[in-house]
């Protein structure tokens, strides 16, 4: 294991942002925010992703820094609902630079928290 991260968001939070376009183009990819506000319940699906994204650079050891960048990082659902993460650009090349494998992630929600961990390998 290279390391382990875990954050916790409160939903209604996102109630206001998810109408920020600025906020959501920095945070987000396209595939998520088109994913996310299709759904019912958007807010809690933002949420969520923002956990996880949140949980993976803890995971990374470095925060925000050293080349992680929110709109690198996506969170997807195969087609069981398993979620998943994929990388680009410069958070990507820092991952494989590190020689690091795997990233497993859990996400979990409720009424008024989302929540994530992951763990890289």
């Given at each position: 294991?290279?390391?382990?991260?875990?954050?916790?968001?409160?939903?209604?939070?996102?109630?206001?942002?998810?109408?920020?376009?600025?906020?959501?183009?920095?945070?987000?990819?396209?595939?998520?925010?088109?994913?996310?506000?299709?759904?019912k319940s958007s807010s809690?699906?933002?949420?969520?992703?923002?956990?996880?994204?949140?949980?993976?650079?803890?995971?990374m050891g470095?925060?925000?820094?050293?080349?992680?960048?929110?709109?690198?990082?996506?969170?997807?659902?195969?087609?069981?609902?398993?979620?998943?993460?994929?990388?680009?650009?410069?958070?990507?090349?820092?991952?494989?630079?590190?020689?690091?494998?795997?990233?497993?992630?859990?996400?979990?929600?409720?009424?008024?928290?989302?929540?994530?961990?992951?763990?890289?390998?």
């Amino acid at each position: 294991m290279f390391g382990m991260g875990i954050d916790l968001c409160e939903i209604k939070r996102f109630d206001r942002l998810k109408t920020n376009e600025h906020f959501l183009e920095r945070v987000f990819t396209k595939v998520e925010i088109d994913y996310c506000l299709k759904r019912k319940s958007s807010s809690q699906c933002l949420a969520v992703r923002f956990a996880a994204k949140e949980a993976f650079a803890k995971a990374m050891g470095t925060g925000f820094t050293n080349g992680i960048h929110f709109d690198e990082i996506e969170i997807v659902n195969n087609d069981l609902g398993k979620p998943d993460i994929r990388l680009y650009g410069s958070t990507k090349e820092r991952f494989d630079k590190l020689d690091l494998k795997k990233i497993n992630i859990s996400l979990s929600h409720e009424k008024n928290y989302a929540a994530a961990v992951v763990i890289v390998e």
